[in-house]
C-alpha cells in the first residue's frame, strides 16, 4: 500500500458504518499514515491514542488490586496494600476519562460523558 491507498480507505471507513471492526481499521491506518507522513516533531501522540492509552493502563493495576484483595481476604496482608493498590486503580480510571474526553470533536460527546458521571451512583 502506498499513501494514496491508505487515504482512499480512510476515506471509505469514515463514510461507512461506525462499527468496533470499522474503528480498528481506521484507527490503524490513520496511525500507519501518520508514522509516514509526520516529521518526528509532529508525531506526538493524539488524543485518541493517549485515550487508548490510559484505557490500557487500567487493566494491570486492576489485576494487582485483585490479586492483593484475594491475598488480604485470606488473612495473608493488612488492607494498607489494598487501599494503597485501589487508589492507584482509580487514578487510572480518572486519567482515562479525562483523555477521552479531550478526545471528543463534538459537544453531544461531551454532554454524554458529562452526564455518564454526573448520574454515576452504585447500587446495593
Given at each position: 500500500m502506498n499513501i494514496a491507498d491508505i487515504n482512499k480507505?480512510?476515506?471509505m471507513l469514515e463514510q461507512g458504518e461506525t462499527t468496533y471492526s470499522n474503528c480498528q481499521k481506521l484507527a490503524s491506518l490513520l496511525t500507519v499514515r501518520n508514522y509516514f507522513t509526520q516529521s518526528p516533531k509532529e508525531s506526538k501522540m493524539s488524543d485518541l491514542e493517549h485515550a487508548q492509552k490510559e484505557?490500557?493502563?487500567?487493566?494491570?493495576?486492576y489485576n494487582k488490586y485483585c490479586h492483593l484483595k484475594a491475598d488480604f481476604q485470606r488473612n495473608l496482608?493488612?488492607?494498607?496494600?489494598?487501599?494503597?493498590?485501589?487508589?492507584i486503580v482509580c487514578k487510572e480510571i480518572k486519567e482515562y476519562l479525562q483523555a477521552l474526553?479531550?478526545?471528543t470533536d463534538m459537544p453531544e460527546e461531551r454532554i454524554l460523558l458529562e452526564e455518564l458521571i454526573k448520574n454515576f451512583s452504585f447500587y446495593r
Open positions: 480507505c480512510i476515506a484505557l490500557a493502563d487500567i487493566l494491570p493495576h496482608i493488612g488492607k494498607e496494600p489494598v487501599l494503597e493498590s485501589l487508589g474526553y479531550s478526545s
